[in-house]
T-cell receptor, first 108, second 115 residues
Framework: LAKTTQPISMDSYEGQEVNITCSHNNIATNDYITWYQQFPSQGPRFIIQ???TKVTNEVASLFIPADRKSSTLSLPRVSLSDTAVYYC?????????FGAGTTVTVRA | DAMVIQNPRYQVTQFGKPVTLSCSQTLNHNVMYWYQQKSSQAPKLLFHYYDKDFNNEADTPDNFQSRRPNTSFCFLDIRSPGLGDAAMYLC???FGGGEVEETQYFGPGTRLLVL
């Protein structure tokens, strides 16, 4: 049973906000929600992590409802360089289990 | 400013010929990981070292081995590469201070081609 479910792909245009929702119905009390970004032919890069409510950094925001069964990564005003695969991970161990990820394509 | 360095970036080997991929880090992190990522798939953890302690994933084939001679370096040895082992191999590190929410830092990967 997959730990997380996210859309396979999303299209957007430059300057728009992109919201990617990840479902994790079986999240455990000790699990953290983490998002990584991966460009082609590069290793994944940490974007943001949260446990509950809302977390914001210079790159993105992460919204987590009270039941923690889903989370939404928000990328404000995307540019062409934000085209990448975005992975949602739910972990309570320092080992990472990557799901399928969401391919975000930003068009001019 | 390179933090996790992988060499070479591209490696070509022959079917059945042993190959070694290398990873080094300047972060002084305790934990080092090796992932395999096949085309259009998510990275899959092969094994990791917590300091000198080796931890193998249950489904990692015996064909894959690893060595960590010191804190900075970690090697992935593929004893007899098959065509199915062609993939991107990613090295990552984390501090290993016991906090489960630790960030992993990935290298750029080595793309292995098996002829």
């Amino acid at each position: 049973l997959a730990k997380t479910t996210q859309p396979i792909s999303m299209d957007s245009y430059e300057g728009q906000e992109v919201n990617i929702t990840c479902s994790h119905n079986n999240i455990a009390t000790n699990d953290y929600i983490t998002w990584y970004q991966q460009f082609p032919s590069q290793g994944p890069r940490f974007i943001i992590q949260g446990y509950k409510t809302k977390v914001t950094n210079e790159v993105a925001s992460l919204f987590i409802p009270a039941d923690r069964k889903s989370s939404t990564l928000s990328l404000p005003r995307v540019s062409l360089s934000d085209t990448a695969v975005y992975y949602c991970l739910v972990e309570n161990d320092y080992k990472l289990s990557f799901g399928a990820g969401t391919t975000v394509t930003v068009r001019a | 400013d390179a933090m996790v360095i992988q060499n070479p970036r591209y490696q070509v080997t022959q079917f059945g010929k042993p190959v070694t991929l290398s990873c080094s880090q300047t972060l002084n992190h305790n934990v080092m990981y090796w992932y395999q990522q096949k085309s259009s798939q998510a990275p899959k953890l092969l094994f990791h070292y917590y300091d000198k302690d080796f931890n193998n994933e249950a489904d990692t084939p015996d064909n894959f081995q690893s060595r960590r001679p010191n804190t900075s370096f970690c090697f992935l040895d593929i004893r007899s590469p098959g065509l199915g082992d062609a993939a991107m191999y990613l090295c990552a590190t984390s501090f290993g201070g016991g906090e489960v929410e630790e960030t992993q830092y990935f290298g750029p990967g080595t793309r292995l081609l098996v002829l």
